[in-house]
């Protein structure tokens, strides 16, 4: 049975792990809420990798979401917004236990596939981006929006953004623009094209397959559906991409965009301008870290410390406000410019957090 199409009895879990023939299931469960990881869903999803990984009857582990309209549209936000609002401590506990999540996912010791159909964003591209074989359609639609919330692209989005050809991943990440299928092939974010109508019909392939499987068959059996397109709209505009988002600075990117009288590059600013000019700035020390680093979990490290001060920032909570509780979309940035920001107020997004750091767990 597909994710896809399927009826979702209200009595199911947020979140469904199950063995089908050679394959350990994983359903993420909340389809009204084009199924959002809430703090247990992470962990159950840890615990379903733990039985999946000492299981011999497993031989691949398959990631999809219930429903029509997507496989993960991110975290639990608001969730999150609140226990912002009175000083708590969800963000420390569910960044956590999430960034461990996306590092274990991307040793995972058995292949990992994931069904990136519809939209993918935030949370749910750290579930899925960091595994062995990502699977895209024609209906994907991928994002890190994250800097219109006054936050950055997380879940390892800073190693994956870095990774990206040329300036693309810098674009995508400063301006929160959606991917297509072919367009996350291009970034380096999924694999393959597979139609959203042949996605029954390989998740049955997959499911007969042996349970002493290699990556490389398990690539044989998706590539016999894959449509083999490798780009999408944006790797014709890399040229000019390259050439505006090179910079170091948001302000010299900024000048540049200004200095371009195209369509694509008013467009552009146009879209920058209404982000945090605070998120603006730390998302872009972070790629370009990032960009010198040699494994996600040093990024994953670096995306924790700028999280727990984002965390307890007015940006955040603001648009959270903007964009999820009063949907006004209209936020109020602070400070509103990106000339009023001072070194002294990037600082504390990359300073060492002592006993806070993020430590992984090398047993898993």
């Not at 499911?207 to 590539?223: E, G, P």
């Not at 590059?265 to 603006?280: D, I, Q, Y």
Request: charged share 25%.
């Amino acid at each position: 049975m597909t994710a896809r199409g399927a009826a979702v009895e209200s009595s199911e879990p947020d979140l469904i792990a199950r063995r089908e023939g050679a394959v350990g299931v994983i359903r993420l469960n909340r389809p009204k809420a084009i199924n959002a990881v809430t703090l247990e869903m992470f962990r159950d999803v840890d615990k379903a990798l733990d039985e999946f990984e000492v299981d011999p009857e497993v031989g691949l582990i398959l990631l999809e979401g219930a429903g029509e309209r997507g496989l993960c549209a991110g975290g639990d936000i608001r969730a999150l917004y609140e226990s912002s609002q009175v000083g708590g401590d969800l963000g420390k506990i569910l960044w956590r236990e999430e960034y461990v999540l996306n590092a274990r996912i991307a040793e995972f010791p058995k292949p990992y596939v994931a069904f990136m159909d519809g939209i993918v964003m935030g949370g749910g591209v750290g579930l899925s981006a960091h595994g062995r074989h990502r699977i895209v359609t024609e209906r994907t639609r991928l994002a890190m929006p994250e800097v219109g919330l006054g936050f950055f692209p997380d879940v390892g989005g800073t190693w994956l953004l870095s990774r990206s050809p040329g300036e693309i991943g810098t674009y995508f990440g400063l301006t929160g623009h959606t991917m297509n299928g072919p367009d996350a092939i291009f970034s380096r974010f999924a694999d393959a094209v597979v139609p959203s109508g042949k996605l029954g019909a390989l998740r049955e392939r997959l499911v007969s397959l042996q349970a002493r499987v290699s990556n490389a068959d398990v690539k044989n059996t998706i590539d016999g559906f894959a449509t083999g397109e490798t780009a999408g709209p944006v790797a014709a505009m890399r040229p000019q991409i390259d050439r505006w988002f090179a910079h170091d600075r948001m302000q010299d990117i900024i000048a540049a965009l200004g200095a371009d009288r195209s369509e694509l590059a008013r467009s552009t600013l146009k879209t920058l301008n209404e982000k945090s000019p605070r998120g603006l700035v730390v998302a872009l020390k972070l790629l370009r870290l990032a960009r010198a680093s040699s494994s996600l979990q040093e990024c994953l490290v670096r995306e924790y410390r700028a999280a727990l001060q984002v965390f307890g920032s007015d940006d955040f909570r603001e648009g959270v406000r903007a964009a999820v509780i009063d949907k006004d979309r209209n936020p109020r940035w602070s400070p509103p410019r990106i000339e009023d920001l001072t070194p002294q107020m990037i600082a504390p997004y990359f300073a060492e957090i002592g006993a806070d750091e993020l430590v992984f767990d090398q047993t898993k």
